[in-house]
């Protein structure tokens, strides 16, 4: 009787075991569960911010998009890395954010286990193509300020390898998750997706320092490198002239430390929680703790379009033309932009030229519009935008 009584107990504490072990079975190839205990005001604090950042992060670049498709004298090459910078954003608001914003409203994940590996992978995809497009858009300005005599504002080819080269190089470090090299999943309180942080496998721990370094530190390094070299060349020209230079100057400083604080801002908090949740102690970051750098990422959709796009000159007023309902050639004048494309580029993107006033463009040197172009540098010292308009009457004005 003994031995029956304890063959029951066994077979009872057996099935217990396997009912439990089923409950984690199912419970790892379901959705994503809420291991924080996160309450129901905490998941509508979460919803309402996703919400804000969705309907503003759609709505600017939704705009930036518009305004990129109806004025043709925006589409330059630096431009194009702009517009990258914009569609990845975009991307980020249609396939990513939404998701999330539903789980927090629900509290809970609402599309499957494969439905959380494709929003951990698109969210990586298109950040990390922002992210290198940021750091390829410091290059380009500074190679272009740097090398400026040797500048084409009519060669699209460096600017398309740029573009696709952006894609490509997220493509290579998106897709290894998927085949192993660490993996998708939960993130936070469950109403979210990712890289698999926590994991503490020798693959895990050398994708998430490869991630770090690759797509967070070196372009915010290359970031660094491009505008401080950008901030030298402009101090340079100050030395020459202490009013106006000085004022470029000052503009120019103050832009990049917003840039790079932005930056710093959006992601290197999610680059912390990553590396602790890695290398520190269990449970070191919690659940609740690591939605914020969650929802500071994905602020970067709104905040991208504002710095880059809305706030470059080129764009401001061709918005304020949209808004103001102007068509883009005023009747009785053609508007040509052609003959100082390339000064309009750099000013559209606040970065002045340097030395301009010695350079002329080719197409006017000779001719009593180029010599005004540089009467007026030479006298001012200043940068000087001029717009050629070409009325329908007999003659020509120049302005």
């Known amino acids: 009787m003994v031995v029956q009584h304890w063959d029951l107990n066994f077979s009872t504490s057996d099935s217990s075991i396997l009912n439990k072990s089923a409950n984690v079975s199912l419970r790892d190839s379901s959705a994503p569960q809420d291991p924080s205990g996160l309450s129901r005001t905490g998941h509508t604090v979460v919803a309402v911010f996703l919400g804000f950042i969705l309907i503003l992060g759609f709505l600017s670049n939704f705009l930036v998009l518009l305004i990129f498709a109806r004025f043709q004298a925006l589409r330059t090459p630096i431009n194009l890395i702009l517009l990258n910078i914009s569609v990845s954003d975009m ?3 249609i396939f990513g954010t939404p998701f999330s914003f539903a789980a927090s409203l629900y509290g809970r994940w609402l599309i499957g286990h494969h439905g959380c590996k494709w929003y951990g ?40 390898l740029f573009i696709g080269g952006s894609w490509l190089y997220s493509l290579a470090w998106t897709v290894p998750p998927l085949l192993g090299w660490s993996g ?6 469950g109403t979210t997706c990712s890289v698999q942080w926590e994991q503490r496998s020798a693959g895990s721990i050398s994708y998430v320092v490869c991630l770090f370094v690759f797509c967070l530190l070196l372009p915010l390094l290359l970031m660094v490198f491009c505008y401080g070299r ?53 449970d070191l970051v919690t659940p609740v703790a690591s939605i914020v750098p969650s929802i500071l990422a994905k602020s970067s959709t709104v905040i991208n379009p504002i710095i880059y796009v809305l706030f470059n000159n080129q764009f401001y007023r061709c918005f304020v033309a949209l808004v103001k309902c102007r068509a883009e050639h005023q009747s009785g004048h053609t508007l040509n932009t052609q003959p100082s494309s390339r000064v309009e580029e ?28 540089g009467a007026l540098q030479q006298e001012s010292g200043t940068l000087v935008l001029v717009v050629h308009y070409t009325p329908r009457g007999a003659g020509h004005q120049s302005q």
């Open 346 to 373: 750099h000013l559209g993107n606040g970065l002045p030229l340097p030395l301009l006033g010695t350079i002329t463009p080719p197409e006017l040197s000779g001719t009593p519009f180029g010599t005004q172009i």
């Open 184 to 189: 998708y999943g939960p993130e936070g309180p």
């Open 121 to 160: 992978f698109a969210n990586a995809l298109f950040g990390i193509v922002s992210l290198v497009s940021l750091s390829t858009l410091s290059y380009e300005r500074y190679s272009t300020v740097l090398c400026a005599a040797k500048a084409d504002a009519s060669d699209y080819r460096k600017a398309w």
């Open 230 to 282: 950008i901030i030298v060349v402009i101090r340079g020209t100050a030395k020459i002239n202490q009013t106006s230079a000085q004022r470029r100057e000052n503009h120019i400083l103050v832009m990049v430390v917003f840039m790079v604080s932005c930056y710093l801002l959006c992601w290197m908090p999610y680059g912390v929680m990553a590396l602790a949740a890695t290398f520190g102690k269990k």
């Open 91 to 93: 991307l980020v608001c």
